[in-house]
């Protein structure tokens, strides 16, 4: 089997391209995607895929990509998806992104040119330990980088060119999607399964090299609405039940030394608000509620409720209103009834030199929402780290590596087929 070559850089070329595109989503906007310039990268890549000789490779109405390299083989493979989403995410701000290559990093500080104040430093981000001598793309102080997950459509890009380029290298039918909005978790909301037609996926959207993620946090979203008593503060004695001033209370009587992100690890879930406005008549706060066991996820919204009503006893003339969302849940209960799909992913990570590493994530992926709509799908490492950041940074070395993954990945089902 041949290997891949970053020939002439163009797997940076391609990703540094990418992350130059504004590509922010925006969790209040009602459209589909989100924002209209999420496109303006969905049509760069549609055109790549063109170039390549992929001859159905389009954009919807709805901002999806999809494409398919045709199967060389003669075997029945399973068709499998490649996976990556085009947005970056709100927490902050992907305009103007500038990314630098810090070429053969040898441990020192990278100081950020345009807010000196952002630094990464070895102490602080672990992963860098492995990346003596790689070369480190970072943006340039001011924004995030957005290989997050741009690292990933790198990736699958430069993994379909090599197909395209190499018809002797024998795979299945390959589907590739590349999806908007999956930061404010729409990333599968329109997506046309029927249309897609694969059997098995993965998302590239990792982080460390060589991981393979089988396993997300269950996730709901609450919203919570206090209604109080309104009145003019000068005439408000005995009468006013200020909305903000009871949802503050709440907050505070929430647990402080467990279910909240700053103290909490490994499998532990979490009550988290993540958004509050309002006034003294009404007030609102929006929550997202995580964990990996679905029983320990109703009972932390329990202990949500129960903190409502124990502030709500002090407050007689005013009432709440309490609304949970499922939003994805926990893929590893789908991907168990497929084993395979994880067996191969590994088998590809080990083919390309690496030692895999199997893991759980706490967050989660298109990839959870796919795997409960008929399609199987783990994450597979991108290589991206610190995102949502202006420290975010990834490794052209890790990239490499993410690409031969992805090309072993669907040589190997075509081989085990």
Request: glycine share 8%; proline share 4%.
């Amino acid at each position: 089997m041949l290997h891949y070559q970053n020939k002439e850089q163009g797997l940076q070329n391609r990703f540094i391209s990418y992350a130059k595109i504004d590509t922010q989503s925006d969790a209040s906007s009602l459209t589909y995607p989100s924002t209209q310039k999420q496109k303006n990268l969905a049509h760069v890549l549609v055109q790549g895929l063109i170039e390549m000789g992929i001859e159905d490779a389009h954009c919807d109405a709805f901002g999806y990509v999809y494409a398919t390299i045709p199967s060389n083989s003669t075997k029945h493979v399973p068709i499998l998806c490649f996976c990556s989403h085009m947005d970056t995410s709100p927490d902050c701000s992907g305009e103007n992104v500038k990314p630098i290559i810090h070429h053969n990093y040898q441990g020192e500080d990278l100081i950020l040119p345009d807010d000196h104040s952002i630094i990464l430093r070895l102490a602080e981000h672990k992963d860098l330990c492995a990346q003596l001598g790689n070369d480190i793309i970072t943006a340039s102080g001011t924004t995030l980088l957005g290989a997050d997950n741009k690292a990933g459509l790198a990736e699958i890009m430069e993994a379909a060119a090599f197909f395209m380029a190499h018809p002797n290298v024998k795979h299945g039918t390959i589907k590739i999607l590349f999806t908007p909005d999956e930061e404010i978790g729409r990333g599968v909301d329109k997506v046309d399964i029927k249309k897609l037609g694969a059997d098995f996926a993965y998302t590239v959207d990792g982080e460390t090299l060589g991981s393979i993620e089988d396993e997300t946090f269950s996730a709901d979203g609450v919203k919570l609405i206090i209604r109080g008593v309104s009145a003019h503060p000068g005439f408000a004695k005995g009468k006013m039940e200020s909305a903000i001033k009871i949802l503050g209370a709440i907050l505070s009587a929430l647990p402080k030394d467990k279910l909240t992100p700053e103290v909490t690890a490994g499998k532990e879930g979490f009550i988290h608000p993540v958004g509050i406005h309002g006034n003294a008549e009404q007030a609102e706060a929006q929550f997202i509620i995580r964990d990996f066991d679905d029983e320990l996820l109703k009972a932390h919204e329990l202990t949500l409720e129960e903190a409502v009503k124990k502030v709500m006893v002090s407050y007689p003339n005013s009432s709440y209103e309490m609304e949970v969302t499922a939003q994805y849940r926990n893929m590893k209960k789908v991907l168990d009834e497929y084993p395979q799909v994880i067996q191969y992913g590994i088998m590809a990570i080990e083919r390309a030199g690496l030692v895999a590493k199997r893991r759980s994530i706490r967050g989660g992926t298109d990839g959870s929402r796919l795997s409960f709509i008929g399609l199987p799908c783990p994450n597979i490492f991108a290589g991206e780290h610190a995102f949502h950041s202006k420290q975010e940074w990834v490794s052209v070395q890790d990239m490499e590596k993410a690409v031969q993954t992805i090309i072993n990945i669907a040589c190997i089902w075509e081989e085990q087929s």
